[in-house]
């Protein structure tokens, strides 16, 4: 199975901290992407990184790949309480279907 | 459409009838993909539509589970013979093409009492 799983299961940090979320995988891979999901919503998609690709950039977000070791992690800077929700990673190749794992519940505590 | 609409957003059904719920993908997306998220839980796959190309059924649970995509546009997952294991919401996403993002539906939540 292509299936990631996030680390840790639940994550709960002080406004204006970091959040440092896993994710491993078991198969090669494409890309890799993180989700971010409020409760009870749809997901909205955060950040996409190519196997080719270590580490990328947006915003506040930062992503690492290492196929190596079938890894990622997602960093969030300077959290806000808005940045509570949960995080999903999603794994695929081409014209496959996408998995994502279980995710990490992220509180952020104003 | 702007983005992808899923109906009905609630659905209450007894156990036993058939449900169908309904996903419109942004125009144009290529790929289609069906969720189903527990509560509290990650989301499950279920199905994919890709093209004309045949489907990928394998995370259909059982044969009670079923969908369409008609036109290469709408798809409808039916339920039939609804069990209380079936309470979940259900996530439709589409995708332009072979790769990139997934853009979500805000999912059809189906309470089987």
């Known amino acids: 199975s292509q299936q990631g799983e996030e680390d840790p299961q639940a994550l709960s940090i002080q406004e204006g901290e970091n959040a440092t979320m896993n994710c491993s995988y078991k198969t090669s891979i494409n890309n890799l992407q993180w989700y971010r999901q409020n409760s009870g919503r749809g997901l909205v998609h955060l950040i996409l990184i190519r196997s080719n690709e270590r580490e990328k950039h947006s915003g506040r977000l930062r992503v690492t790949l290492d196929t190596s070791k079938k890894s990622s992690s997602l960093l969030i800077t300077a959290s806000r309480a808005a940045d509570t929700a949960s995080y999903f990673c999603?794994?695929?190749?081409?014209?496959?279907?996408?998995?994502f794992g279980p995710g990490t519940r992220l509180s952020v505590l104003p | 459409g702007a983005g992808v609409s899923q109906s009905p957003s609630n659905k209450v059904t007894e156990k036993g009838k058939d449900v169908e719920l309904r996903c419109d993908p942004i125009?144009?997306?290529?790929?289609l993909y069906w969720y189903r998220q527990s509560l509290g839980q990650g989301l499950e796959f279920l199905i994919y539509f890709q093209g004309n190309s045949a489907p990928d059924k394998s995370g259909l649970p059982s044969d009670r589970f079923s969908a369409e995509r008609t036109g290469g546009s709408v798809s409808t997952l039916t339920i039939q013979r609804t069990q209380q294991e079936d309470s979940a919401v259900y996530l439709c996403a589409s995708r332009q093409g072979v790769t990139g993002e997934l853009f979500f539906g805000e999912g059809s939540r189906l309470t089987v009492l």
């Open positions: 125009s144009g997306h290529t790929a």
């Open positions: 999603a794994t695929g190749n081409y014209g496959q279907n996408f998995v």
